[in-house]
């Protein structure tokens, strides 16, 4: 698993702090989803806001794998901040991710870590990121 750092470059002047709050749903919401792990920091740098987290595969956050809540927070983000993304390298505390094309099985790790996926793949006994997983009820927004 690598880990990136994502900067939020405002594109027109910020008036308050709720900026913030949007970038910190926004995460939430990504972790919830899978498509970041749990330990990510955000700092702030001169005018830019910067995001240092651990993704799962390398294009964890393309917009095909955004639930309908990531995606909404992600619009509000786009009206404020410039986003740009560089893979800084692998995170060693880590292991890979399931890359399999299509798994056969899966499986509920019940004593999981508190940074991977609970859901590993019954193929090549790898955490599966859990955007990958077949998704219910129009999750996607269907």
Partial sequence: MNSAKII???IK???????????WNYFACLYKNGQV?????L??????FIMFVTL???DALNEEYHNIYSFEYMVQIKEVFKISMEIIGENLNYGESCTCE????????TDYSE???????????????LY?????????GE
Wanted: proline letters at 8%.
């Fill in 8 to 10: 939020f470059t405002p």
């Fill in 13 to 23: 002047i910020i008036e308050n702090e709720d900026v913030v709050d949007l970038i």
């Fill in 37 to 41: 792990l749990k330990n990510y920091e």
């Fill in 43 to 48: 700092i702030k740098a001169n005018d830019d």
């Fill in 56 to 58: 799962p595969q390398n």
């Fill in 102 to 109: 299509k798994s056969s099985w899966y499986m509920l790790y």
């Fill in 115 to 129: 940074h991977d996926s609970p859901v590993v793949c019954g193929d090549c006994d790898k955490s599966v990121p």
């Fill in 132 to 140: 990958l997983l077949p998704h219910m009820f129009k999750e996607k």
